[in-house]
């Protein structure tokens, strides 16, 4: 330590210090001695140097001893810095575990033993003296968000018990987080089928990322190539084969990746005939991926490879997934002139407030607000999304666009091939794995009824003539909605006193005795301002239940967009409620059609990553497939059919795309019925 200017006394002290070791034989070795100042007062003095044996001891601003980083401060903000980075690596052992579907506990003696001897090194110096945010260990507790629920103990409200380091196998959760963090317990058998679907989704291994990690390793698409793989014996392509496709990532450095996980999408399509179809990616975990495409068209079929996402960007957003208060809502609350906002998600941090309880009685579907100050919980009136930032830290670089995220990879030669007719006598019948194609704009089944096309309001009006459409979902489904009351002249919207975005909306065509109904569902939505009425949003499965159904009743159902942010378990027990009202309604009217549009790709920015990445769009278009799995449904798969097309991926489609997606749904109610 050094003593200001004016208080020689402790410098003195320190020469007899050295003085004491000279005599008694003992060597000081001055580079490895450090000076640091420790001084609180508002105005930082001037310290006199320290000098042992002629040299100047190096003056620092903070110092690891023993293991601890000390700064000239004392707030431990260095120290929390350290235990974060370190931290973050054994916390990927146990998402790791977790994904292996390792028992609680298991993970709970990894916890243990790994964890939290490392958060609580020498926590009874500094546990009850951090200050700040970013120095009192609140970044460690973030971190561990996801891992403190029975029976995994809070981290650092822990060592500050006492302000003295207290055994974390002897604490016990909050009451408020084992409450209002864990979901609702299930049946046996759903949670059985919980545990099936999280596990159905597992993906390949990715790099762990540590402080020190070097960007310049992540995967480079535009240095990584695709090669086409020649057709046996050098032959020429027909209609009818399928051709394979190898690719090889590299990183910055333009070294081979060694390891899989990467995201990506592979197209095959001819922009002249305006034909599209999606390839099959395989994951080799080796650094390299083959797509396999089938051949359905005379002529130029260009292959196109696009890098979504890098195998490193992926652990990123697998990591603040299990976060969901990264994003927090706001509701008012009113009565009279008294107004209120509070704080509102699908799982509220534990503080002192007093939580209104919002989940529904019938389904389940949890919600959560912090109870205002003055009003009571039944005085909530809006909803809306609270304004938000990423915070994806240094780990941002892994989302550019242009650069790593949504990227075409070249090829190593020709990126097209000619396509010739089928082979005369020659019948083949390839694997094919894709549900249809573009051709000429239009789109084609592959499997399942044939598409019809309904090219004029004329069409589309006897079509849906006597039927009674419910559109239940996100926006996706409201422009279906859009699309239908545009394009049929006489069906006339009613005014039921819906909002803008949300609805509900109705539209009726009295000629054909036609109704449409679209009707947004429930919470969460991730709408900002204005805010949404509360009493306007419905759950999808009480909907439902609602419903008397029959041969002349159609019901879309479109849910995901809304759940991006959200740990997958939410949107599993979300579509596990919608699964079981579909059930109850077919049982009751077995007539009724139900049919499911899924989810598609879009645009990505760094925001929108945070918020909805498309490879948490996929996850949970695999989840909505296997919940509904067996169960007497259609489907207008939206994915392949935005991926195939030649417009660009948007979350909104395009026209076109839309049309098409309505010729699906109408051939689906008028299967024998032409244009």
């Known amino acids: ?199 159905s989704i597992a993906w390949p291994q990715t790099p762990p990322l540590s402080g020190s990690f070097p960007l310049k390793k992540s995967s480079n698409p535009r240095g990584s190539k695709f090669v086409i793989l020649p057709k046996d014996g050098g032959q020429r392509w027909h209609v009818g084969d399928q051709i394979k496709v190898w690719i090889k990532m590299k990183d910055f450095l333009g070294n081979p990746k060694k390891t899989g996980g990467d995201f990506m999408i592979a197209r095959l399509h001819n922009p002249v005939l305006r034909a599209g179809v999606t390839g099959k990616i395989v994951d080799h975990l080796n650094g390299s991926y083959s797509a396999v495409f089938p051949l359905l068209w005379n002529g130029s079929a260009k292959v196109e490879v696009t890098l979504i996402h890098t195998s490193e960007a992926i652990t990123v957003l697998r990591s603040i997934i299990e976060h969901p208060d990264r994003l927090m809502f706001d509701s008012q609350f009113r009565r009279g002139r008294t107004v209120e906002s509070s704080k509102c998600s699908i799982c509220l941090p534990p503080t002192k407030k007093p939580i209104c309880n919002f989940t529904d009685v019938k389904t389940g579907d949890p919600w959560f607000c912090y109870k205002p100050k003055k009003l009571g919980c039944n005085t909530r009136i809006t909803h809306y999304l609270h304004k938000y930032t990423p915070k994806f830290g240094r780990y941002v670089k892994l989302f550019q666009s242009g650069i790593n995220m949504k990227v075409s990879i070249p090829p190593s030669g020709t990126a097209s091939v000619k396509v010739f007719p089928p082979v005369k006598g020659v019948t083949k019948s390839p694997n094919i794995s894709q549900p249809g194609f573009y051709y000429h704009g239009v789109w084609r089944t592959l499997s399942g009824p044939p598409v019809h096309q309904f090219n004029t309001p004329t069409a589309v009006s006897q079509c849906l003539q006597n039927k009674l459409l419910f559109l239940y979902g996100d926006s996706t489904v409201r422009q279906w909605y859009k699309y239908l009351t545009s394009k049929i002249k006489d069906l006339k919207p009613v005014n039921i006193h819906g909002e803008k975005r949300v609805g509900p909306f109705m539209a009726t065509d009295h000629k054909r005795n036609t109704t449409v109904v679209f009707r947004i569902h429930g919470i969460p939505l991730l709408h900002t301002e204005p805010p949404i009425r509360v009493v306007k949003v419905h759950y999808i499965a009480n909907e439902l239940d609602s419903l008397e159904g029959g041969a002349n009743t159609v019901v879309v159902i479109g849910v995901w967009a809304h759940f991006g942010p959200f740990p997958i378990r939410f949107y599993v027990r979300r579509m596990q409620s919608i699964r079981k009202a579909v059930i109850r309604l077919l049982d009751r009217a077995p007539d009724t059609m139900v049919v499911i549009r899924t989810s598609n790709f879009r645009i990505l920015s760094p925001s929108v990553a945070w918020v909805n990445s498309d490879f948490h769009t996929m996850e949970r278009d695999k989840i909505l497939r296997a919940v509904f799995k067996g169960v007497n449904v259609r489907w207008v798969d939206a994915l392949e059919m935005t991926a195939s097309h030649y417009l660009e991926q948007e979350l909104h489609p395009k026209l076109p795309i839309i049309k098409n997606m309505i010729n699906v749904l109408l051939s689906f109610i008028c299967p024998g019925r032409l244009s």
């Open 1 to 199: 330590m050094g003593a200001p200017q004016g208080n020689e006394l402790e410098y003195g002290s320190f020469i007899d210090f050295v003085d004491w070791c000279e005599s008694n034989h003992l060597c000081l070795n001055t580079s490895e001695n450090k000076l640091m100042g420790v001084d609180f007062g508002r105005k930082t003095l001037p310290h006199t140097p320290v000098n042992i044996q002629g040299e100047d001891i190096e003056r620092v601003d903070s110092f690891k001893y023993l293991g601890v980083h000390l700064n000239n401060k004392l707030n431990w903000s260095r120290n929390t810095d350290t235990l974060y980075k370190r931290g973050q690596s054994h916390f990927h052992l146990m998402r790791r575990l977790r994904s292996f579907g390792m028992c609680r506990a298991l993970l709970r003696s990894f916890y243990h033993s790994v964890v939290a001897s490392a958060f609580f090194y020498a926590s009874v110096c500094w546990a009850g003296l951090c200050t700040g945010y970013y120095g009192g260990g609140e970044r460690e507790e973030d971190m561990a968000k996801g891992w403190n629920k029975p029976p995994l103990p809070p981290l650092f409200k822990v060592a500050r018990t006492n302000e003295s380091f207290t055994s974390p196998t002897n604490s016990t959760p909050p009451p408020q987080e084992d409450y209002f963090c864990k979901l609702q317990p299930l049946s046996p058998a759903d949670t059985q089928e919980e545990r099936l679907l999280v596990k």
